[in-house]
Structure formats: C-alpha cells, structure tokens
C-alpha cells in the first residue's frame, strides 16, 4: 500500500512540474510582443484621426485605438504607454488647433 501511494506521490509530483513548465512558457509566449506591434498601433492612431477607421468605432479613445491595432487594450496600458501618450496627445492637437502650435492657453 506504501508503494502505491508514493508511485500515485511521484507521477503527481511529475505531473506538477511538467505542468508548471508549460504554464512558464505558455507565459512568455503571451508576454512577448508582435513584432509589428508598434506598426500596427501607429498605423491604427492614423486611422482614428483621419476619420478612416477599418475595425473599430472609431471612437477617440484607447479602447478603439486597440481595437483597431488588433492588440489587447492592456497592451497600451502596460506595454506601450509612450503611444498611449502620443496618441492622447495627437488627440488633444486635433480639437485643440491653438495647442498644436503653441499660441492660446489648452485650457
């Protein structure tokens, strides 16, 4: 009966591991990003702010702008912040026209 129950101990013990294992690098996989990630991204921004949208709403917001990326809204919240600024800042330009070239309060 001890033998039993340390063979059942030890296939579940290699069970585990091997699962962690693949939980590891399933992980990575989902953490790297597409090579052409940022492409898309900015790509997507020109979209939205040409008023040409192709696969969102085409709403001025981050929701739309990975929508229309094709990546994951997280994406732009945690891996990208730099374009979430840009594009933030590419919107405030477009309804603000004094902000963009320096003249008035963007107030």
């Not at 790509?43 to 702010?49: N, T, V, Y």
């Not at 990546?71 to 600024?85: A, C, E, F, G, I």
């Amino acid at each position: 009966m001890a033998e039993r129950l340390q063979a059942h101990a030890t296939k579940l013990r290699h069970f585990a591991e091997e699962h962690y294992r693949e939980r590891i690098t399933l992980g990575d996989a989902r953490m790297s990003p597409a090579p052409d990630e940022r492409d898309r991204i900015r790509a997507a921004m020109d979209l939205i702010l040409t008023g040409t949208p192709e696969r969102s709403n085409g709403a001025l917001t981050i929701v739309a702008l990975a929508a229309e990326a094709g990546v994951p809204r997280n994406v732009l919240t945690q891996r990208h912040l730099d374009l979430k600024n840009e594009f933030y800042a590419k919107v405030r330009a477009a309804r603000c026209p004094t902000a963009r070239n320096g003249s008035g309060d963007s107030w």
